[in-house]
């Protein structure tokens, strides 16, 4: 009850800030436009609904990451921020593009972000020792090719992104197992870890044969 008193409370209180932005700043409704105000460097905090469809969300969420501004997961479904936003349809996603109070910009966005602050430098260890192996190593991508680098004991180290299929990402895990090789839960989505290898494609899992010029086998908790 003391934790549902205290989500109440915060919650209470987005919407409240969330009213004045809709009274006194600019904003963009739905999945295009905030994609716009994003490329166009417009948008300043993004808010997405808690049923947004999985890939709208991923790719919000990635344009946010390039454009560097927050992204708040919104406590609630569509209809609950339509609602929220004084609308009388479903709002899946939002993004703020001027606020007159300042304080109306400070939305739990920081609460992700802290934590992503926090892992941020860590993150970026990690993709720039992926970048190294990209240049300078041996890899192969997708589901099928890790298996076979498994099966024919080639692979030294497997990453996973974190919306890899729960399936198939434990058969991974098992082969990895087998074969007593380390796997790194990928802190990113598998269009982060698709833009991390270079790629303008999304890949879900990859296996390091040879790191190259990198310590990636040594720095990643491959015990994960």
């Known amino acids: 009850m003391v934790a549902a008193k205290k989500t109440k409370k915060s919650h209470e209180g987005i919407n409240s800030r969330l009213a004045l932005v809709m009274k006194s700043g600019k904003y963009t409704l739905g999945y295009k436009s905030?994609?716009?105000s994003?490329?166009?460097?417009?948008?300043?905090?993004?808010?997405?609904?808690?049923?947004c469809p999985p890939l709208r969300r991923s790719e919000i969420e990635?344009?946010?990451?390039?454009?560097?501004?927050?992204?708040?997961?919104?406590?609630?479904?569509?209809?609950?921020?339509?609602?929220?936003?004084?609308?009388?349809?479903?709002?899946?996603?939002?993004?703020i593009t001027h606020s007159r109070v300042p304080g109306d910009l400070n939305l739990p966005g920081g609460e992700k972000m802290v934590a992503a602050k926090k892992t941020k430098k860590s993150h970026e260890g990690i993709?720039?020792?992926?970048?190294?192996?990209?240049?300078?190593?041996?890899?192969?991508?997708?589901?099928?090719?890790?298996?076979?680098?498994l099966r024919s004991s080639k692979g030294k180290l497997i990453l996973i992104s974190s919306n890899c299929p729960p399936l198939r990402r434990?058969?991974?895990?098992?082969y990895a197992m087998l074969a007593k090789v380390g796997v790194h839960h990928y802190n990113?989505?598998?269009?982060d870890?698709?833009?991390?290898?270079?790629?303008?494609?999304?890949?879900?899992?990859?296996?390091?044969?040879?790191?190259?010029?990198?310590?990636?086998?040594?720095?990643?908790?491959?015990?994960?």
């Not at 240049?135 to 991508?141: A, F, N, Q, V």
Request: positive net charge.
């Open 170 to 174: 434990s058969e991974i895990e098992y």
């Open 127 to 149: 993709n720039s020792r992926l970048a190294l192996v990209m240049k300078s190593g041996k890899y192969t991508l997708g589901y099928k090719s890790v298996l076979k680098s």
């Open 193 to 224: 870890l698709g833009t991390a290898c270079g790629k303008y494609f999304r890949v879900s899992c990859l296996s390091i044969v040879d790191p190259g010029d990198s310590d990636i086998i040594k720095a990643l908790p491959g015990d994960q």
């Open 188 to 191: 990113g989505n598998n269009v």
């Open 34 to 36: 905030v994609l716009k």
């Open 62 to 95: 990635y344009y946010a990451m390039l454009a560097k501004v927050g992204v708040h997961h919104y406590n609630g479904n569509n209809v609950d921020l339509g609602t929220a936003c004084g609308k009388y349809f479903r709002v899946s996603c939002l993004s």
């Open 38 to 51: 994003l490329r166009s460097s417009k948008g300043k905090l993004i808010l997405i609904s808690s049923n």
